[in-house]
T-cell receptor, first 113, second 114 residues
């Protein structure tokens, strides 16, 4: 069965610092991987997705993630945090054949001035 | 504007009183789904639908019903709500057969059962 583990329910960084949100997955087949962001009182919206093309995926708002099959990881990074990046971030995996998308528990990002 | 619309956005109800949360999408998506979001648990899938008249259970279907009579609508029904169904609910849709396709979410419905 697929699963997604996000390390750290809360991450705090200073404005301008590197953002690193960790995600590890387990899947018996090549996965599709996603990062979604949820701003307060809103639904989730797609940041980026990996669908077996380039292993380094660039998304919106300067975020990117690298698929590492050997580490079963899909960590999200941004070189320089901005106050507007404060939100909750969800990693998700779906297999190549199905309709079920499994979400991680989420990581709330705090950005300090 | 492409969107997924849910109603009501906020609801307080009493145990046992049937309620329906409506969901509508204007993107002609075949795939629709309901999730609940609880602190520390992320999003858990309740039910999903691959097309009209085709629905299936997700990971936490107990206490919920759905129907898909039209492509654009996918209501969530709580026949006899209980306090453990207090949660934030999201409706979502996606194009085609799901794999690799972006999921579009509604803004969420806060449900409190007392």
């Amino acid at each position: 069965a697929q699963s997604v583990t996000q390390l750290g329910s809360h991450v705090s960084v200073s404005e301008g610092a590197l953002v690193l949100l960790r995600c590890n997955y387990s899947s018996s087949v090549p996965p599709y991987l996603f990062w979604y962001v949820q701003y307060p009182n809103q639904g989730l919206q797609l940041l980026l997705k990996y669908t077996s093309a380039a292993t380094l995926v660039k998304g919106i708002n300067g975020f990117e993630a690298e698929f590492k099959k050997s580490e079963t990881s899909f960590h999200l990074t941004k070189p320089s945090a901005h106050m507007s990046d404060a939100a909750e971030y969800f990693c998700a995996v779906t297999d190549t054949g199905g309709f079920k998308t499994i979400f991680g528990a989420g990581t709330r990002l705090f950005v300090k001035a | 504007e492409a969107q997924v619309t849910q109603n009501p956005r906020y609801l307080i109800t009493v145990t046992g009183k049937k309620l329906t949360v409506t969901c509508s999408q204007n993107m002609n998506h075949e795939y629709m789904s309901w999730y609940r979001q609880d602190p520390g648990l992320g999003l858990r899938q309740i039910y999903y639908s691959m097309n009209v008249e085709v629905t299936d259970k997700g990971d936490v279907p107990e206490g919920y019903k759905v129907s898909r009579k039209e492509k654009r609508n996918f209501p969530l029904i709580l026949e006899s709500p209980s306090p453990n169904q207090t949660s934030l609910y999201f409706c979502a849709s996606a194009n085609g057969q799901g794999s690799g396709n972006t999921i579009y979410f509604g803004e969420g419905s806060w449900l409190t059962v007392v």
